[in-house]
């Protein structure tokens, strides 16, 4: 089985700081991937990033990446120069070959930040 | 990226009564669909797994006969909660992927149901 944890409930920055959302994961799939997703508070869910498990190298995109470091099971996401615009429940996901396209999510973070 | 859209986006209904919530891949075909639940402040847990031409897969603990999901054509999945009481308040999100294993899912922008 998979599994997804996120272990911040909430995180507080302050506006222009760069942050890391924790994840770890479980899987005994060989190949998976990793999603990264920004909920605001409208609900809709954001699709941020995401990482093969096959990646040699971390995925970036703008302001996003993800650490990747498979040894460990980690998969954190990085944010850099926060701005007031990101204050969202963030959830990792992932995805493995079993279950076809299901994503498996964490509990989640909550990132409020300061100005 | 790919667009899916859900309706209604917020429904209140009377206890006893059903809600259809639709969910649409505008542009392209999605063989498979996903419905998920969300409780406030929680993450979202996977209903069922919606499989057109064919029967819906449920989770473990989703209870098939109260969550009808019908997937009649590559764009269109449609889940109804039977009899619906307040305990089935909630935010239901509906997702659709484009079958490629890197690509993520697109997910609808959801539907508030709340039940009096």
């Known amino acids: 089985a998979q599994k997804i944890t996120q272990t911040q409930p909430g995180m507080f920055v302050q506006e222009k700081e760069a942050v890391t959302l924790d994840c770890t994961y479980d899987t005994s799939d060989q190949s998976y991937g990793l999603f990264w997703y920004k909920q605001p508070s409208s609900g809709e869910m954001i699709f941020l990033i995401y990482q093969g498990s096959y990646d040699e190298q971390n995925a970036t995109e703008g302001r996003y990446s993800l650490n990747f470091q498979k040894a460990r099971k980690s998969a954190n996401l990085v944010i850099s120069a926060s701005q007031l615009g990101d204050s969202a429940m963030y959830f990792c996901a992932m995805r493995g070959i079993q279950g076809a396209q299901k994503l498996v999510f964490g509990q989640g973070t909550r990132l409020t930040i300061n100005p | 990226g790919a667009v899916v859209s859900q309706h209604p986006s917020r429904v209140i209904c009377k206890s006893g009564t059903s809600v259809k919530i639709e969910c649409r891949s505008l542009d392209f075909q999605a063989t498979t669909m996903f419905w998920y639940r969300q409780f406030p402040k929680k993450s979202l847990m996977l209903m069922a797994t919606s499989n057109e031409g064919s029967k819906a897969t449920y989770e473990q603990g989703v209870e098939k006969d109260k969550f009808l999901i019908n997937h009649a054509s590559l764009t269109l999945s449609t889940l109804t909660v039977t009899s619906a009481h307040p305990e089935d308040s909630s935010f239901y999100i509906c997702?659709?992927?484009?079958?490629?294993?890197?690509?993520?899912?697109?997910f609808g922008p959801g539907t508030r149901l709340l039940v009096l």
């Open positions: 997702s659709a992927g484009r079958g490629f294993t890197e690509e993520t899912q697109y």
